[in-house]
């Protein structure tokens, strides 16, 4: 949303300019806040009013500004932001902004520009020339780049919470529900997925090798195989778990039907890791049919986009692997663009990561059988997150059962 | 007994066009605006009021219209700033005018547009402001300040009636005639919110600027080819003084605008 501050003076009551004023803004598709009202106690006394116009477009703003001036409105010249050079490539200048994951506007040679993309922790480079403003991370930058300094002509936009009473969010924001009956929530997980998938947005999976150990993998199968999942982030021991489970029936040794560990067992892990390397990378493996069931195999088949992040005690690793982390949250950056709901399950690190990189808009669904694992996650300062503490099979299970077409 | 200031038409003509009546292709005629102009002056003298009259100036054909001159509150005299450059040098000679005769000159600032009577006009206590195509609604609240009292702005949203006085003309028993098509839907609003007994006038009459009327007392100037406000106005209890008044409306300007009460109110209390 862009927006202006104006002044209204004078017998703005008696003359109905206020609430002419105010029709006139939401008629041309603006919206209002009024930020200050004083009324005149006498007949004779002048009435103030401070108002916040906002439009979803620059346009839509100019023009209902533009009607406004004839009917007396001052607009608030807005203070540009403050930048200064960058004074070494991967260092902020000294009092650098730093940017949070809701939306931010910045004020740039009188006009609003909005940040993109709204990511937390990152500095704002404004480019002159393009007049773009980019939220950067510390290895993004370079020396002269002009970042902002201060707080001045930054305007941040909270995401409102739904007043709707249909809307989970409305009732259980940043919960993580302990004490309330779990299915329930789950009903309510699984309404939200159907409406993201419904509004078109893009649902991302982030899953940690738990989905695995659980056996869990058959129903995260059918969510990919009935088109939940557009995006999945992980690490290498959620693909290697989940090829070692399809390509030997164990993960980490443990025979998942037996739940005892499996003659020699420990050595599947290391066979898994060869075929795959064998192939070239997981894609190839599903391709010439080395690899035909599980989470990865399903996402191959169905063509949904995964990014496997690296960690300094991955075995292999796998081949798609990105051990730089630093290229790893630059590939999951990219790929976040459209994703509107977050399912991140049974793995702190990996969405801890990724709760990051989100834009406080998307909504997301964290479920943990850790209880401090849930509330770190729903508590970053995300504005609708749902917090689940269950073990993932049976989760998945009845979310499956709630979902299935 | 009221005080009325009158300029007469000497260099008056159509020489450009500001409003939407005037037409360059359309002049006056030269001995029908002396003789509309005397007639008025000629009405007026007979009514129980007194003329000045301010000496003419060449190239300011429209300083005829003396309600733009300004607005007079007692002994202070706000002066015009006006919208457009043809005018502007009116400005300086009505105020010294005034001066001269011992008002304060109270200017506005340069850049708030504001056309005197012809956009300021008293109904009971409350002054009475159209804005939008000469006056600025910002100028209103200046002249608030000055005159400390209640200001209703109205928007105008018809080009032919461009000044308050061209389509609203208060009473003095608190009511007013008017053609309320002349004004934004708020402005309607409002103005039926302070003044009671308000007499609509239809668009045929409105367009021989019937609004545009001297009020003194109980007898009103008003220029003819207003039969059906006449009656009106005379079951109330005026008496109606209907004059030729086409040369002037060439201008876009009738009795009202030939005419500024000196002072439009004595006090506001």
Redesign the interface.
Known sequence: MFSETVILRGHIIDSLILPKVLDQILTQGGDFKIGEIKIGQNRVDQSFARIEVSAPKHETLDDIVLRLRQHGAEVIEKADVQLAPAPADGVFPKDFYVTTNQQTFVTFNGAEIEVHPALMDCAVEIDRESRRATARKFHEVRRGMEIVVGHQGIKVVPVQRSTSHTDVFEFMSTNISLEKPKSGIIREMATELQRARAEGGKILVVAGPAVVHSGAVPHLVKLIEWDFVDLLFGGNALALHDIENALYGTSLGIDLKRGSLAERGHENQMRAINVIREAGSISRAVETGGLKTGIMAACVRKGVEFVLAGSIRDDGPLPEVITDTLEAQAAMREKLTGVTTALMMGTMLHSMAVANLLPARVKTLCVDMNPAAVSRLTERGSFQSLGLVSDLEPFLRELTNTIAP | MRQLLLCPPDHYGIEYEINPWMSRARGADTPLVQAQWKGLFEKLSSLDCKIELIEPRPKLPDMVFTANAGLTVGRRFIPSNFRHEERAGEAPHFARWMEERGYEVVWLAKDLYFEGEGDALFGGDVLFCGY?FRS???S??AV??VL????????LVDPRFYHIDTCFCPLPDGGAFWFPAAF?E??Q??IR??LQDLIDVPEEEAVHFSCNAVVLGRDIVLPEGAPKLVATLQDRGYTCHPLPMSEFLKAGGACKCLTMFMPQRESVE
Do not use: F, M, P, W
């Open positions: 939008k600025d609604i910002n209103h609240r608030a300040d400390g009292c209640l200001v209703i702005s109205v928007e934004d708020y402005g609003r409002t919110d302070h």
